[in-house]
């Protein structure tokens, strides 16, 4: 087994009182598995790649947000133009933190969720004012620091929870992604979501792509190559079962895919992760 990295909060934040600090990836290259000692809120803002994350692996793109804790491990892989942020934290540092803690998902709660583009746009701002207010060692800093946090925090859990209520096209895409999601074993049919949601076809692909750089059908293959993975580490279902869990009617067909994408055989993934 390869040795994971280790990351420390020595190596980013600006003082060891710091609690906060902003690492953005304009290009966040294949980046190995690691951990670190500080939490860390990843920001998806472009482009698309797959997240091995403890025992899961899940494709990412634009909208997603990853609270990532320390003690995970985690790593980027088939990255494509992947642009995102990180914010990391440092809890036992942060004086707001009982009131952000609220805003936190802990425990069995979902830790990847979806934000609209709306948002995304908001964000942006937030994260350039705490990439300035969190490299300055003065308390008012360290405090306003704080404060900009927990805004971005309330805002990505607000909109969050609007999800599905609001009517904009943009937040349509979100209900195309929880349909995509929910179709991993079964057929996906775009012009039955289409009508049904009274949405255009062509546009609908058009906005998927510009925002994702991916088509429908390859975040789809991604999503059921993931989850065959996933299946295939965590369980000691048969291949050819994995296969049909997954979409794929055909298992040579499914080995064939899931080749190309984790350059090997799922019996050989499987092998790596049996405890010896
Ligand atoms: C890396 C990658 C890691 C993050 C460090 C700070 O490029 O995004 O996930 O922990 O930066
Ligand atoms: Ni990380």
């Given amino acids: 087994m390869t040795d994971i990295l280790q990351l420390s909060h020595h190596s980013y934040f ?3 009182e710091s609690p906060i600090t902003v690492e953005r990836r304009h290009y966040q290259p294949p980046f190995p598995l690691h951990r670190h000692d500080f939490n860390e809120i990843v920001i998806i803002s472009a482009g698309n790649g797959i997240h091995f994350w403890n025992d899961e692996i899940h494709p990412i ?8 804790e320390s003690g ?23 004086s707001l933190f009982p009131i952000m803690k609220d805003y936190i998902p802990h425990n069995n709660e979902k830790k990847s969720l979806r934000i609209n583009q709306e948002t995304l746009v908001q964000l942006q701002s ?7 207010e969190s490299k300055k060692t003065n308390k008012s800093s360290m405090h306003l620091s704080e404060a900009i946090f927990l805004q971005i ?3 990505i859990c607000r909109t969050h929870q609007q999800e599905n209520k609001a009517y904009s096209d943009i937040s349509k895409l979100e209900s195309l992604f929880s349909a995509l999601n929910q179709s991993i074993s079964q057929e996906f049919y775009l012009a ?5 949601h009274q949405l255009a076809v062509s546009s609908v692909r058009r906005i998927f792509k510009q925002q994702t750089n991916m088509t429908i059908a390859q975040y789809l293959q991604k999503l059921r190559l993931c989850r065959a993975a996933t299946l295939l580490r965590n369980t000691s279902e048969s291949v050819a079962n994995i296969a049909i869990r997954c979409g794929y009617s055909d298992s040579n067909y499914f080995s ?3 080749g190309k994408t984790f350059s090997c055989t799922p019996t050989e993934y499987r092998s790596r992760f049996i405890k010896k």
Avoid: A, M, W
């Fill in 14 to 16: 600006i003082s060891e």
């Fill in 61 to 68: 793109t634009t909208g997603n947000v990853l609270y990532i």
């Fill in 72 to 94: 995970d491990k985690h790593k980027y892989g088939e990255v494509d133009k992947l642009k995102l942020d990180n914010i990391l934290y440092r809890p036992e540092k942060l």
């Fill in 126 to 132: 937030l994260i350039s004012q705490l990439e300035i």
């Fill in 153 to 155: 925090l309330i805002l």
């Fill in 192 to 196: 039955d979501f289409c009508r049904q």
């Fill in 256 to 258: 064939s895919v899931f």
